[in-house]
């Protein structure tokens, strides 16, 4: 057998250099067009499915699982960012106790990836922002049974509420019964669990306040 020529590796790779680049293009152009076509707007037929949906408001695409759109209602001028979930109740179909599961208000902005999982009540703001794959629900797992599979026994829930102007830090998790009021910031990885006080800065598992505007001043509080 014949040794293949020193060259041909050589070709070979500015020849797969060639396709590559081409091909990106190609890629790249279709990726962008499907961001844009899949975009769910207030004017798309997705987005006529839910509660409600305010002008110039978006889910990017492409979305991780949404169900129950009409409990869902959205404002205005507020971004959903891609690989989102978005649910009301547990399964698709499901009759929920109320119109509005799910409320998210105007000029928010949801980071990528994030989970947002009604079945009581979750209100959330004006002005809110997030970073990326933030969850928050309002219901948890119930634990009284050790005989029981904690996936078969009954979920308490409660109601959740973030507050105007607030901003929840990367990773951070809203759980049943919490009540965060405005202009609080929730650093990076917290866990909040009860009720956090307007104007104020918490961190940790479970949150604790650590800062409050008090008297136009930042004062550090003691735990």
Not at 30 to 39: C, H, N, Q, R
Not at 77 to 86: A, E, K, R, W, Y
Not at 104 to 113: F, Q, T, V
Request: proline fraction near 5%; include cysteine.
């Amino acid at each position: 057998m014949k040794d293949e020529p020193a060259y041909a590796p050589v070709a070979m790779t500015k020849t797969r250099a060639l396709r590559n680049r081409f091909l990106a293009r190609a890629v790249h152009y279709l990726w962008e067009m499907a961001v844009e076509a899949g975009a769910i707007g207030a004017t798309t037929r997705r987005g006529q499915k839910f509660g409600s949906f305010g002008q110039q408001s978006v889910i990017c695409f492409p979305p991780n699982t949404i169900f129950n759109e009409n409990f869902i209602h959205i404002g205005r001028n507020t971004m959903i960012g891609p690989q989102c979930t978005l649910s009301a109740g547990m399964v698709p179909g499901q009759q929920c106790i109320s119109e509005r599961i799910v409320t998210i208000g105007d000029r928010c902005l949801i980071g990528k990836g994030s989970g947002i999982v009604g079945h009581f009540s979750i209100e959330i703001g004006d002005d809110v922002w997030t970073g990326h794959n933030v969850y928050i629900t309002d219901q948890n797992h119930g634990y009284k049974d050790v005989t029981l599979p904690i996936s078969v026994q009954t979920m308490p829930e409660k109601p959740v509420k973030i507050g105007n102007g607030s901003w929840l830090g990367y990773g951070s998790v809203v759980l049943p019964g919490a009540d965060i009021g405005e202009h609080v910031v929730i650093g990076a990885n917290s866990v909040v669990t009860g009720v956090i006080p307007s104007f104020s800065v918490a961190v940790g598992s479970p949150a604790k306040v650590i800062k409050r505007f008090v008297d136009n001043a930042w004062q550090d509080v003691d735990n």
